[in-house]
């Protein structure tokens, strides 16, 4: 192992037995004829964080997240393929446990520090801290069993961090505090990622993927499914879950008709616009319709990539349908460069009106706006879906990438422009 | 014995662990009731008092030692204390790791502690108990200068029950039946040790039975402690011991061996 390796999976697999008798292990044991149903959690897992990393893990339900973690805290053990951790793991792997809930919340900190191999003296010196970082301050005397389920998940990561790890392990734990409290974890697990420290997180949350972690991985039946920039990865889930049902991995046709220019970005943005490269943009759906051909467009007819803010222009895209389709919802999005929608619309948005188009018929879509964004990078994303489910029929994140300039009055932070004008003058004196 | 040594190590390292858990332990069993904790330590002494006024007084036991005829109730109680804490582990060790399912499955957690925390948790409670045969048998006369070998002999039965703890425990996770079998050994066992018979008059058979049965070791030298007040039994100052290790060592390993795969059968 690299010292900078913190964790390196090599080819991990993970099988549950799952017999259906109790007297089954026994028997088997005894006389080595297979009686349980393998069910196979994790195969060929690869994957190497580095110290100081912050990864984020996503996955649906039973894809094997919560197995994952468990593997590496220690808990489990794998059935094949190599595990090295290097350092102290603290790990929050489920609300209060190691808690008892008759206890009160401070017994219940000296006893998940001495879980955690710390000494009365050492819970002692922390003990202020960790109520302090709980804000329980006026429920610390109190019986666990009485916290709402928020403070409890407050106590239990309060008294995780305060051995301060080498990696933290934390599966959806911090979920069901408040949005404060999330905030203040956030900030914490930042600066602890700062002083070298590793940390894996299972979320649904995108945001919180996209603006703490600088690596994202995919789990879906067992394997990863894909790793990768927290941006690309979290579009890529949001399309696992609401895509088709089918094999959607396929349908993925990164890229197929052209490579966008996309700005890479990091998240502590440092490198945030400077680095632009050339990079796939992710298209998946159904393949009930094909985008065939998009644009952004002055009135003229002019393909654009620079605009001045205030003008008008239009977005364009063609659509072949291959199949009879009676719900289609078919728009336009723009998203900056951290992902967030700007804007967005649709024929559903605009008046909740599907459309319908059978098979072999082409159509167009169009949308005309006055560009009243603030100067920046943009990036427009295509998309046809079903109304009923939302299940997507076409979609290309990202396809066109666009400048906006001219607001050069107003704060470069500025995200619209609101057409303003400054005016200061001297009042008169009564 | 590297991993002997890693276990004193663990257990150096997590005594503050071990006594808090040791702790919450007896005071978890008696929750909610009006005196609580002291059930723990006042139920041993009840049941050794009743012990004592049966043998001294309801059903006078006595019995031919050389010439001088001996009340042996101290005798009983000596053989009393001592399965009574066999008896607490054996029937405690099957749920240790189920009741503690969430630790062993949850957290990072040092897992050998638990069987040491209960085995603890069962002695202990026993001091009061040994406390009364101690009391007792100087009421009886029969204390020596010997039965300053206490310690030694607590340590022995310390040992041997962390080692019962560790093999039931992991039994109870593969072999749930471990529990009801147990229940049943335990009311027989009281009858096939030298506990509530008469030395000098045991019928040949049961001295037979007394020999293959590993607990008898153990009785006997509680027996040579507070009763004989010498070794009366030097057998059994070899094997209890021998016994007593043997059984930790069987038990460390097959708890290490099955530690990993104790998450995926809990």
């Known amino acids: 192992m690299t010292g900078h390796d913190a964790i390196r999976i090599i ?3 993970k099988k549950y037995r ?26 060929d897992i690869n994957l190497t964080v580095k110290r100081g990393e912050i990864v984020g893990i996503m996955g649906r339900n039973g894809a094997g997240k919560s197995t994952l973690l468990k593997i590496i805290a220690g808990t489990l053990e794998s059935t094949s393929g190599e595990l090295e951790v290097n350092g102290r793991i603290s790990s929050i792997l489920e609300l209060g446990t190691g808690f008892h809930p008759e206890y009160t919340g401070r017994e219940n900190i000296f006893m998940g520090g001495f879980c955690m191999g710390l000494t ?5 010196s922390r003990l202020h801290e960790i109520i ?40 959806e734990a911090l979920s069901v505090g408040d949005a404060k409290f999330q905030k203040k974890c956030i900030s914490w697990m930042r600066n602890l990622s700062k002083k070298d420290a590793t940390i894996l997180l299972v979320t649904h949350d995108s945001n919180t993927i996209t603006s703490l972690c600088d690596r994202a991985v995919i789990l879906e039946s067992g394997q990863i499914y894909s790793e990768g920039e927290p941006k690309k ?14 094999n959607i991995k396929n349908n993925i046709t990164a890229g197929q008709l052209n490579n966008v220019q996309s700005a890479s ?8 616009d400077k680095n632009i490269q050339n990079k796939q943009n992710v298209r998946y759906g ?55 929608v700007l804007w967005g619309m649709t024929n559903i948005s605009n008046d909740d009106n599907p459309y319908t188009s059978k098979t072999g018929e082409q159509f167009n879509v169009t949308i005309k706006a006055k560009m009243w964004l603030a100067a920046g990078e943009y990036f427009i994303t295509l998309g046809v879906a079903h109304d009923k489910d939302g299940e997507k029929i076409d979609f290309i994140e990202d396809a066109i990438r666009f400048s906006v300039a001219g607001t050069n009055k107003i704060f470069t932070t500025s995200v619209v422009n609101l057409q303003s004008q400054f005016n200061i003058q001297t009042l008169e004196k009564n | 014995m590297k991993l002997i040594f890693k276990v004193i190590n663990l257990f150096s390292s997590r005594h503050e662990l071990i006594m808090e858990l040791v702790r919450r332990e007896l005071k978890d069993r008696h929750t909610g009731q009006v005196i609580g904790v002291i059930w723990s330590f006042g139920h041993p002494v009840l049941l050794m008092s009743l012990y004592a006024v049966l043998f001294a007084y309801v059903f006078p036991a006595r019995f031919s030692l050389g010439s001088i005829q001996t009340d042996f109730s101290t005798n009983i109680l000596a053989g009393v204390i001592c399965w009574l804490a066999f008896q607490d582990i054996l029937s405690r060790s099957p749920a240790i790791l189920l009741t503690h399912a969430s630790l062993v499955k949850q957290i990072v957690f040092p897992v050998e502690v638990l069987p040491v925390k209960t085995a603890i948790a069962s002695l202990l409670p026993y001091a009061g108990g040994l406390v009364f045969a101690i009391g007792f048998s100087t009421f009886k006369g029969n204390l020596s200068l010997f039965s300053l070998a206490l310690p030694v002999l607590i340590l022995i039965q310390v040992i041997a029950m962390v080692g019962i703890a560790f093999i039931f425990s992991v039994f109870g996770v593969f072999l749930k039946d471990i529990r009801d079998l147990i229940i049943v050994f335990n009311s027989a066992n009281l009858f096939a040790q030298p506990i509530l018979y008469n030395p000098s008059a045991t019928p040949e058979i049961l001295q037979w039975i007394f020999v293959f049965n590993p607990f008898s070791y153990a009785v006997w030298c509680w027996q040579d ?36 795969t104790l998450g995926d059968n809990l």
């Open chain 1, 11 to 13: 080819n991990l697999g």
């Open chain 1, 18 to 43: 799952i017999f259906s008798h109790p007297a089954d292990p026994l028997l088997e044991l005894m006389f080595e004829k297979s009686r349980h149903i393998s069910k196979q959690a994790l195969e």
């Open chain 1, 120 to 124: 009365r003296a050492e819970v002692n």
């Open chain 1, 132 to 171: 302090n970082f709980s804000e329980l301050n006026d429920v610390i005397d109190q019986p666990f069993k009485t916290y709402s389920t928020g403070m409890q998940a407050r106590l239990t990561f309060s008294t995780a961090i305060s051995v301060e790890p080498d990696i933290l392990i934390v599966d």
């Open chain 1, 233 to 246: 990865i979290t579009e890529e889930y949001q399309n696992l879950l609401f895509g088709g049902s089918e």
């Open chain 1, 265 to 272: 970005y990091s998240i502590n943005g440092e490198s945030a």
């Open chain 1, 286 to 340: 159904n393949n009930k319709a094909k985008i065939k051909d998009w644009g952004l467009y002055d009135l003229a007819g002019n393909v654009l990539s620079n605009m001045m803010s205030g003008a008008d222009f239009k977005l364009e895209m063609d659509v072949n349908t291959l199949m009879d389709i009676d719900d289609i919802s078919c728009g336009f999005a723009i998203k900056d460069k951290r992902g967030t």
């Open chain 2, 225 to 260: 402690l507070l009763f004989y007040g010498s070794i009366e039994h030097p057998v059994a100052w070899v094997v209890f011991p021998l016994e007593s290790v043997l059984v930790f060592i069987v038990g460390l390993n097959i708890f290490e061996r099955s530690k990993g």
